[in-house]
């Protein structure tokens, strides 16, 4: 069966500092992989998506990048927080662009 | 892309009774997908209902599907606290992105 990480589940850090989380999925073969934010009682906001290694899809202009250096592997950057990416970051997998998605559990991330 | 919205935005209801979500979205799509979301997790795939159905069945749930008017409803009955959650649509075109709405917040007070 297929499974989704993130890591790490908590994390503070300070304005200017540099940020790195780290998705992984198991079970399965080129997954198409999604990054998204949640702030406190919103919706989703898709970030990023990949359909393949190396191809990386931005939606939204801000500071933070992503990555795929491996088929099931997805990171998301920052070279210098803001205040503003504080949220709820969520990994998520799907077979498809057309198929049902599968989430991660989540990383919450407080910048001070 | 599109975006589904939810109606309504927060929704109360005791134990027992039932819970009605409605989704609108603006141009054709491939499928309609539902998904729950509890307090601080990742959210969790429902049901996917396809284009070419009108109704689909999980447990206690029940799913509709109207595409002439461009409207979905996620049903939920003899509801129970461990439904408290958000409950999100996400309308599919072919070969595009899935964007979630803002969601329903669903409360059942025991």
């Known amino acids: 069966s297929q499974t989704i990480h993130q890591w790490p589940a908590t994390l503070v850090q300070p304005v200017g500092s540099p940020l790195s989380l780290e998705c992984t999925v198991e079970?399965?073969?080129?997954?198409?992989l999604y990054w998204y934010r949640q702030a406190a009682g919103r919706g989703l906001q898709l970030l990023f998506y990949s359909v393949g290694i190396g191809q990386i899809s931005s939606e939204v202009p801000q500071n933070l990048s992503a990555s795929r250096p491996q088929d099931r592997q997805f990171i998301l950057s920052s070279k210098k927080l803001l205040l503003s990416d504080s949220g709820f970051y969520l990994c998520a997998w799907s077979v498809s662009l057309n198929n049902e998605q599968f989430f991660g559990p989540g990383t919450r991330l407080t910048v001070l | 892309s599109q975006q589904g919205e939810e109606d309504p935005q927060a929704l109360s209801i005791q134990e027992g009774e039932n819970a009605t979500m409605n989704c609108s979205y603006k141009t054709s799509i491939n499928n309609l997908q539902w998904y729950r979301q509890n307090s601080g997790r990742g959210l969790v795939h429902l049901i996917l209902?396809?284009?070419?159905?009108r109704e689909k069945h999980s447990g206690r749930l029940r799913v509709t599907l109207d595409t002439s008017k461009k409207s979905s409803s996620l049903l939920i009955t003899a509801s129970r606290a461990a439904d408290t959650a958000s409950y999100f649509c996400?309308?599919?075109?072919?070969?595009?992105?899935?964007?979630f709405g803002p969601g329903t917040s669903l409360s059942v007070i025991p």
């Open positions: 209902i396809r284009s070419n159905e």
């Open positions: 079970g399965t073969s080129n997954p198409n």
């Open positions: 996400a309308p599919k075109t072919s070969y595009d992105k899935v964007i």
